[in-house]
């Protein structure tokens, strides 16, 4: 996989061992039971200490073990003999099959499982398009019974952040809308000013692009930061725009200098804002990586949202003013006439 170094696994190639697998009805048909077959086998190899030897107030354990020199090789273990209840001889070779492989050096679990774990650096691409290739390679092969893949370490806990996010994102917006329903004494038009958000993240990837910057948890918690920072053009405009209106200026007239008054503020402010960003955006060494892209995907959308929240938020205001005049929810404008 293209970006992965240093890829390593927790099992490697390991030691060479004798595998004894043992047929239970043969056994059972000689006479022999498998307690007296695994205790004899672990005798010949680990030894047995049950037997002891005094010497005055000294006890010294005597372990009893097969010879080295008989079970150098598979053709001697194979000829391991074993005495059943009626006193038969029995060679381990006629119940069971002995073979020579290898077994890992360590067993590992994980949930009670075994498990095998695989391990790898990823360098000079996404994090997160290396691990939807690697899963889009995974997914299609067959597994054996009883197996299944989990992925974990920057991915498992980038998908953590992500769900974070989200949840974070979704409760700002409805605390944002309520404290502005309670400011304005309306529920309506609390949700022209929320339209100015969406209108930021337009902003905020064409930057991240453009400077080349991935989307992780930290460009996301800059996109979370916009929810607060682009919200105020769109309320300088309602809320001045309200005001004029309470004063008897028709709709279209009250929006109007409502956009062109607040242009200078709302510009002023993002200019200010965007200044104090660049610094971190063009921020170089160690840790500024992250940095980066919180600060571009936060430039972007301060940029979009000034530019697009004047033209779409007043836009907006109208078609739910019109909205509610026509749904009897809003109150109807004055007219003078002029003779």
Avoid: H
């Amino acid at each position: 996989m293209p970006g992965c170094v240093e890829i390593g696994s927790t099992v490697e190639g390991g030691n060479p061992e004798v595998k004894v697998e043992v047929n239970r009805q043969r056994m059972a048909d000689f006479g022999l039971a498998m307690a007296q077959v695994g205790l004899t086998l672990q005798t010949a190899f680990s030894g047995n200490t049950d037997a002891k030897y005094r010497d005055g107030d000294f006890e010294y354990p005597i372990r009893i073990a097969l010879d080295a020199f008989d079970r150098r090789s598979v053709e001697d273990i194979k000829s391991l003999s074993f005495v059943n209840p009626l006193g038969s001889t029995v060679y381990l070779k006629q119940f069971a099959d002995v073979r020579q492989g290898t077994a890992p050096t360590r067993l590992e679990r994980r949930d009670r499982s075994t498990s095998l774990l695989l391990t790898a650096q990823v360098i000079g691409r996404p994090n997160g398009t290396v691990t939807r290739e690697i899963i889009k390679r995974l997914d299609p092969l067959p597994l054996p019974p009883g197996t299944q893949i989990k992925y974990g370490g920057d991915y498992k806990r980038q998908q953590q952040g992500i769900g974070t996010l989200g949840f974070a994102l979704w409760a700002s917006l409805v605390f944002v809308y309520l404290i502005m329903v309670a400011l304005y004494d309306n529920w309506i038009y609390p949700l022209v000013v929320l339209v100015s958000i969406p209108l930021s993240v337009i902003g905020a990837f064409l930057a991240m692009a453009l400077a080349s910057e991935n989307l992780t948890v930290f460009t996301g918690l800059g996109l979370l930061m916009l929810i607060g920072l682009v919200g105020k053009n769109a309320i300088l405009v309602v809320d001045f725009a309200n005001q004029l209106r309470e004063q008897g200026v028709g709709l279209r007239d009250a929006l109007l200098q409502a956009t062109k008054l607040r242009f200078r503020p709302v510009l002023m402010t993002n200019i200010a804002m965007v200044i104090g960003l660049l610094p971190i955006a063009f921020a170089q060494g160690s840790g500024a990586d992250w940095k980066n892209g919180l600060a571009w995907a936060i430039i972007g959308g301060l940029n979009s949202s000034m530019f697009l929240s004047l033209i779409v938020v007043p836009v907006v205001y109208w078609m739910f003013d019109r909205a509610m005049e026509k749904l009897g929810m809003g109150k109807r404008e004055k007219v003078d006439l002029v003779e």
